[in-house]
């Protein structure tokens, strides 16, 4: 039977398939974060059961924790007693925990991947919807709920159906400009929100080949915004080169014999997926979104689709949108480059690279907020920092940010915000907020000149 | 976990599709560290307005509909993994959400949270969403023995989906915990199989 590459890591971590219901998983990394995981742990203390694998498990703090004056107390005192609880949790749990402050502290998302936590054929789960990012390493990795998180502590399984397949293979050359953001939103548009629900899927084809790992990524990081539990590419020898030498990746020989094994992962020839999707990667421009759902996404020089339905409508009332409307020359006040979708080195580059020698626009508040200690530290090596401050921009501290707006760092009411974040939910970076979703390059565009601009025209 | 055997209850339609979870229970709600008291800001957005004040518009606030029902719009509970979204729900007093579909994550939540997550026809779902808004005193009954949704107006029934080991679980009140603590010796002899 030809395995795809979720079979081959899927099927090596059953514990026991239950007759007509789910199998027992087992889970190799557990990531934590403050915010879904107090309850597990006071589950965990009501019922008198111990953590069964503490080694196996790393906690960050980053959804509710400031992006400025981080040596300080935080301010809010439920934010403050969110992250003393973990402290607290990890403490007496023996888990150890790269919080506020600390080298490795950082978006759990961005953290794991550049320490080697994340390797090629685990499986991990975090309470975050976004695990799905850390597919890119041909992992199995999805967002599980509280519940499920104090199943993993008690057990480091969990129980579960195994989900259908789905590959979506994008083929051809990318056009300038284009970057990996601009070829998930474009997915997520053409397949809508829900097409993935019920599956995992692989994402292959020579786009995703040529991707960095900080692009694939970026890609698999929004899976679930198409529904899907999960995202992975193929391991190779981009994968093997980022993981080798990182801090908590496998030394020496037991590298090899590692690689040896990640290089049979790889989806056999012929292997049947439920679901199949092709595109041109020729088709592909940088995109923009207009309404309150990831699917809501059109090419930067397109106009709003006239679609007449409540939901529909109800979207583009709340964007004040008009059916039909171009948003070139659509004046913005608020950029945020940052969260777990766009926040590494390389999307820092991008941004500095297209701001270098120009200025911030007036009207505009931009957030740069790095998504770890680790790239904020070589965002300084680089220079970067400076590109940004001779433009007009400061570097914020690492954590989630005005993604989800748990923080201080909320857009105010009624302001659209050009976001390289992941989700445009009504009200996601602030009450009232307007989320304009976008790669990292057509952010730093927007936040020069204080517009939206089709990228297009300046690129060719 | 409460348990859920059969329920007849009048309905709350709530026709908007892709309802996610930030709407179910915005991230600033999510700083508590107990899973109590989250119904009182389940929809809050569209509940109430900036200053508090009620939004006399939004379905939750129409005292003609009543009841421990939800239906729902297509794709129920998508975005963030939140469980908070199914605690809220349940907080509020729901027992059930129809839809004619689910998001994953949060339908595991629910399931986890003893609330019965229905998947039914979009047709199914139209007929539901025009008997409650032809009567908001229709009942609807759910019968999870028998995986059936009856309007019991008309007597129009659906058959509901739902994993056998899920099932068995909520008629009982059992949850993940106790079936995976059963499995400690086999899960430890699995990773002896670790390299």
């Known amino acids: 039977m030809k395995k795809t590459l979720f079979d081959k890591v899927w099927d090596a971590h059953v514990v026991k398939e239950i007759e007509n219901g789910p199998q027992i998983l087992y889970i190799d990394k557990h990531l934590i974060h403050e915010v879904t995981s107090p309850q597990a742990f006071g589950e965990l203390e009501q019922r008198g059961i111990p953590v069964f694998r503490p080694d196996q498990i790393v906690a960050t703090a980053d959804h509710n924790t400031p992006t400025v004056d981080q040596h300080l107390p935080v301010k809010d005192a439920l934010s403050r007693n969110q992250l003393a609880q973990l402290t607290e949790n990890c403490k007496k749990n023996n888990i150890t925990l790269y919080g506020l402050g600390h080298k490795y502290n950082g978006i759990v998302h961005v953290m794991a991947p550049e320490l080697g936590i994340t390797q090629p054929g685990m499986t991990m789960v975090c309470g975050d919807s976004h695990t799905s990012t850390h597919g890119a390493f041909g992992t199995i990795a999805f967002g599980i709920g509280t519940s499920q998180v104090a199943q993993v502590f008690a057990s480091q399984s969990l129980l579960l159906q195994k989900p259908k397949s789905l590959r979506v293979n994008v083929n051809g050359t990318l056009k300038s400009g284009v970057l990996p953001k601009d070829v998930i939103l474009y997915i997520i548009s053409k397949l809508g929100t829900n097409a993935g629900t019920g599956y995992f899927c692989e994402y292959a084809g020579n786009v995703f080949e040529e991707m960095s790992m900080e692009g694939r990524m970026t890609v698999c990081n929004m899976s679930i915004e198409m529904g899907a539990r999960g995202g992975m590419i193929a391991p190779d020898q981009t994968t093997f080169d980022y993981v080798k030498g990182r801090e908590f990746a496998p030394q020496g020989a037991d590298f090899d014999k590692k690689v040896a094994y990640w290089k049979t992962l790889p989806t056999d020839e012929n292997a049947i997926f439920d679901k199949e999707y092709h595109f041109d990667a020729a088709d592909i421009e940088p995109m923009i979104t207009y309404g309150t759902n990831p699917g809501m996404g059109i090419k930067i020089s397109e106009n709003i689709p006239v679609e007449n339905n409540a939901s529909f409508e109800k979207s583009l009332a709340y964007m004040n949108f008009e059916k039909g409307q171009s948003l070139v020359d659509k004046e913005i006040n608020y950029v945020f480059i940052g969260s777990c979708t766009n926040s590494r080195i390389e999307d820092f580059r991008v941004a500095a690279n297209y701001i270098k020698g120009k200025k911030k626009a007036d009207n505009v508040t931009a957030w740069f907020v790095p998504g770890s200690q680790q790239v904020a530290e070589q965002i300084v090596q680089e220079g970067l920092n400076e590109v940004f401050e001779n433009a007009g921009f400061t570097l914020r501290q690492p954590g989630c940010s005005a993604c989800l707006a748990m923080n201080d760092d909320k857009i105010p009411e009624g302001e659209y915000c050009v976001s390289t974040s992941n989700r445009n939910f009504e009200g996601r970076q602030g009450q009232g907020s307007r989320t304009i979703l976008a790669s990292p390059l057509v952010a730093a565009a927007t936040a020069i000149e204080g517009k939206i601009i089709d990228i297009t025209k300046q690129l060719n | ?195």
């Open chain 2, 1 to 195: 976990m409460d348990k859920f055997v059969k329920l007849s209850s009048t309905a709350i339609p709530l026709a908007i599709e892709n309802v996610d979870t930030d709407q179910i229970i915005p991230a600033r709600f999510l700083k508590a560290t107990n899973r109590d008291g989250f119904g009182e800001n389940l929809f809050r957005d569209w509940r109430f307005h900036k200053d508090g004040s009620e939004n006399e518009e939004f379905v939750l606030n129409d005292t003609k509909f009543q009841g421990s029902i939800l239906v729902a719009g297509d794709n129920f509970g998508c975005g963030s993994s939140r469980e908070h979204a199914a605690w809220a729900i349940h907080d509020f007093g729901f027992k059930v959400v129809v839809s004619s579909f689910f998001a994953d994550i949060f339908k595991g939540n629910a399931l986890n949270n003893g609330v019965l997550p229905v998947q039914v026809s979009p047709e199914f779902l139209k007929e539901l969403f025009d008997a409650i808004e032809k009567d908001s005193k229709t009942e609807i009954q759910v019968d999870l023995e028998n995986q059936q949704i009856t309007l019991l107006a008309t007597g129009a029934s659906a058959i509901f989906e739902i994993n056998p080991y899920k099932k068995t679980c909520l008629i009982n009140g059992y949850d993940d915990i106790d079936f995976l603590l059963s499995n400690t010796s086999e899960i430890e002899a699995f990773e002896k199989t670790l390299s």
